[in-house]
Structure formats: structure tokens, C-alpha cells
């Protein structure tokens, strides 16, 4: 077995080199081929298209957060290739809803066994961004823009951003048309989900990576006695899900926003946005699970 890994050093802590070692260990055990490339943040995409020309791996490893998922992820539609969790990332949100373990001897362990194939849906934004696990408008996208322009250090830093993107994030007036309505509705954040769960655990739906359908979900009103409770340690941790109001399941959808508002999909800024159109891409690649 031929084993490609694409690891992002600078996802999570940034301290993947002992589950690195530990993985190659298990692979030389194993008589596994291994090749591990590393991101840099520019021209990954193509980078990762001519290794795999090169080297033809039996399975692609992506090791980081939803952010370096969603870039393997896309370099692999239209390819036979599985891919696989390494979930090194701060929040791990799509690892989460497919209960990857987290700990390094467990996913050491996982990462060469016989694994089991699942489809795995995507979603297309715009005609041009994949998103794997989660986008959304609103309070949470200007977080996202805020911590990428900004950094932050510790919980205090953190606190500001939830503080300031909560105090900005205006009332938007959105109109959602799906293939079976169009809706009227107004809130904070409104948030397009391919996965069941935050990387907190948090529940978004009852829906799965592979039902060919996603949830969209808006945050009508802020409380901020939840965002006090819900605790200030990771992106999406303030959000609750008796925050949103109810689920809208379908398989495409338009939404047109009153104004330019703030868009981040798996955890990176995209820009301001007034529309939207999602399509779901269903069983795009197929995933390797325990
Ligand atoms: N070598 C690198 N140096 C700096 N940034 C990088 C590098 N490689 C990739 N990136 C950037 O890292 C981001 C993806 O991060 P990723 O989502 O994997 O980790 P994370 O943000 O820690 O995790 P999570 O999404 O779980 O919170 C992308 O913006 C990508 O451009």
C-alpha cells in the first residue's frame, strides 16, 4: 500500500512532528510506502495534483484542520482516491462528526488498518469554493476574518474578537430559495452545514456526510448570556444549538443578503458577500472511516 500524506504544519499548535514520527513508525512495521508532503499555504493545490501524478498512492492522508481537508479534498474529485483524517487542526470539525480518534497512538493505528469506504458529500459555493464541513455569513465569518488579519493571544484575545464580532455583525434580511421554498428571514449568522456537528460537538442536524442533502440554519436573535456560558476557547465554541432556529434540509439553495456581509468556509475568510448559491455534490469522493 502507498500511502500520500499532506500535512499542514501549521494547523492546530502546530506541533504534528510527533504524531508524524509515530505514524511513519507504524508504516515501516507495516512495510507501508509512505510519501508525506508538506503545505505551504501558496499553490498547495497544485502541488498536491503532480504528487499525486508522480507517486499514485492507494490512499491520500490529510493531516490538519477542515481547512487543509476541503484542499484534499477537492484535489481528489474526479480521482478513484480515498481520503483519510489526520486530524491535527484546532477545531477538526469534520473528523468530529465521523468520530476519528484524536489521541496519536489510536490514529497511528487507524490510518493503515483496513478502513472502511463511505461516500462523502461536498458542497460547491459560488460556482467555485468546495466546503467540506461548514460556511457561513455573519458573526462568525467576521470572526474568522478578524483572528486570520489579526491572530489572537490566549482567551483575552479571543474574548475580543466574540465581543467586537457580535457588537458589528448587523440584522441581515436574507431570502433563502431552495428546490422547495423560498423563506423570508432575518438574523446574526446563518450557517450552511455538510456535517452534523461543530467541532465542539455542538449538534448542527440530524444529517449525515452522505444523505446528498445539507442543513441551513440561522442564528435569529444573540443572547449574551450564551455567549458567556458557551466558554471562549475555539471558533464556532459560543455557538449553541438552541441558538438556531429551525433546520431547512435541501440539495440546493440561492440566498440573497441586504448587504455585503462577512463569508468564511472550514475556518478561512472568503471575503464580503450579498449571494449565494450552494449546490450539493453528492458522494464527490469517498472517505475512509473505522
Ligand atoms: N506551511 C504553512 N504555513 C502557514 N499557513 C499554512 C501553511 N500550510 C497551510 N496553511 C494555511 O492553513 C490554513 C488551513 O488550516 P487548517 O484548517 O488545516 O488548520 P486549523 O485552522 O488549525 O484547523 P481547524 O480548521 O480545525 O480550526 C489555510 O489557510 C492554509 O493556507
Given at each position: 500500500m502507498k500511502v500520500l500524506f499532506i500535512i499542514n504544519?501549521?494547523?492546530?499548535?502546530?506541533?504534528?512532528a510527533a504524531t508524524i514520527a509515530r505514524i511513519q513508525e507504524a508504516a515501516a512495521l507495516k512495510n507501508i510506502s509512505t510519501c508525506i508532503l508538506y503545505t505551504t499555504g501558496t499553490r498547495d493545490d497544485e502541488m498536491i495534483r503532480k504528487e499525486i501524478d508522480l507517486y499514485k498512492p492507494d490512499r491520500v492522508v490529510a493531516g490538519g484542520g477542515d481547512g487543509t481537508i476541503q484542499l484534499v479534498a477537492r484535489n481528489l474529485i474526479g480521482t478513484n482516491l480515498p481520503i483519510v483524517l489526520l486530524p491535527l487542526g484546532s477545531a477538526n470539525g469534520l473528523a468530529t462528526s465521523l468520530d476519528i480518534p484524536k489521541d496519536d497512538e489510536a490514529l497511528a493505528d487507524y490510518i493503515f488498518s483496513d478502513l472502511q469506504a463511505m461516500p462523502l458529500d461536498l458542497l460547491r459555493i459560488n460556482d467555485i469554493h468546495i466546503c467540506v464541513h461548514l460556511a457561513d455569513i455573519g458573526i462568525n465569518g467576521m470572526m474568522v476574518k478578524e483572528y486570520e488579519e489579526g491572530g489572537h493571544s490566549g482567551m483575552l484575545g479571543y474574548a475580543r474578537h466574540v465581543v467586537h464580532a457580535v457588537k458589528e455583525t448587523p440584522l441581515m434580511k436574507y431570502t433563502i430559495k431552495t428546490e422547495k421554498e423560498t423563506l423570508e428571514q432575518e438574523g446574526y449568522m446563518l450557517a450552511f452545514a455538510?456535517?452534523?456537528?461543530?467541532?465542539?460537538?455542538?449538534?448542527?442536524?440530524?444529517?449525515?456526510?452522505?444523505?446528498?442533502m445539507f442543513e441551513i440554519r440561522n442564528i435569529p436573535k444573540i443572547s449574551w448570556i450564551d455567549f458567556i456560558k458557551a466558554?471562549?476557547?475555539?471558533?464556532?465554541?459560543?455557538?449553541?444549538?438552541?441558538?438556531?432556529t429551525d433546520v431547512i434540509s435541501c440539495k440546493q439553495a440561492e440566498v440573497f443578503i441586504d448587504r455585503k456581509v462577512d463569508f468564511q468556509i472550514d475556518g478561512e475568510y472568503i471575503g464580503e458577500v450579498n449571494y449565494l448559491k450552494i449546490e450539493m455534490l453528492p458522494s464527490a469522493i469517498t472517505i475512509l472511516i473505522p
Amino acid at each position: 500500500m502507498k500511502v500520500l500524506f499532506i500535512i499542514n504544519p501549521n494547523s492546530g499548535a502546530g506541533s504534528s512532528a510527533a504524531t508524524i514520527a509515530r505514524i511513519q513508525e507504524a508504516a515501516a512495521l507495516k512495510n507501508i510506502s509512505t510519501c508525506i508532503l508538506y503545505t505551504t499555504g501558496t499553490r498547495d493545490d497544485e502541488m498536491i495534483r503532480k504528487e499525486i501524478d508522480l507517486y499514485k498512492p492507494d490512499r491520500v492522508v490529510a493531516g490538519g484542520g477542515d481547512g487543509t481537508i476541503q484542499l484534499v479534498a477537492r484535489n481528489l474529485i474526479g480521482t478513484n482516491l480515498p481520503i483519510v483524517l489526520l486530524p491535527l487542526g484546532s477545531a477538526n470539525g469534520l473528523a468530529t462528526s465521523l468520530d476519528i480518534p484524536k489521541d496519536d497512538e489510536a490514529l497511528a493505528d487507524y490510518i493503515f488498518s483496513d478502513l472502511q469506504a463511505m461516500p462523502l458529500d461536498l458542497l460547491r459555493i459560488n460556482d467555485i469554493h468546495i466546503c467540506v464541513h461548514l460556511a457561513d455569513i455573519g458573526i462568525n465569518g467576521m470572526m474568522v476574518k478578524e483572528y486570520e488579519e489579526g491572530g489572537h493571544s490566549g482567551m483575552l484575545g479571543y474574548a475580543r474578537h466574540v465581543v467586537h464580532a457580535v457588537k458589528e455583525t448587523p440584522l441581515m434580511k436574507y431570502t433563502i430559495k431552495t428546490e422547495k421554498e423560498t423563506l423570508e428571514q432575518e438574523g446574526y449568522m446563518l450557517a450552511f452545514a455538510n456535517a452534523n456537528m461543530y467541532g465542539t460537538g455542538i449538534q448542527i442536524s440530524e444529517g449525515s456526510v452522505h444523505d446528498g442533502m445539507f442543513e441551513i440554519r440561522n442564528i435569529p436573535k444573540i443572547s449574551w448570556i450564551d455567549f458567556i456560558k458557551a466558554g471562549l476557547t475555539k471558533f464556532n465554541i459560543f455557538i449553541d444549538k438552541h441558538m438556531f432556529t429551525d433546520v431547512i434540509s435541501c440539495k440546493q439553495a440561492e440566498v440573497f443578503i441586504d448587504r455585503k456581509v462577512d463569508f468564511q468556509i472550514d475556518g478561512e475568510y472568503i471575503g464580503e458577500v450579498n449571494y449565494l448559491k450552494i449546490e450539493m455534490l453528492p458522494s464527490a469522493i469517498t472517505i475512509l472511516i473505522p
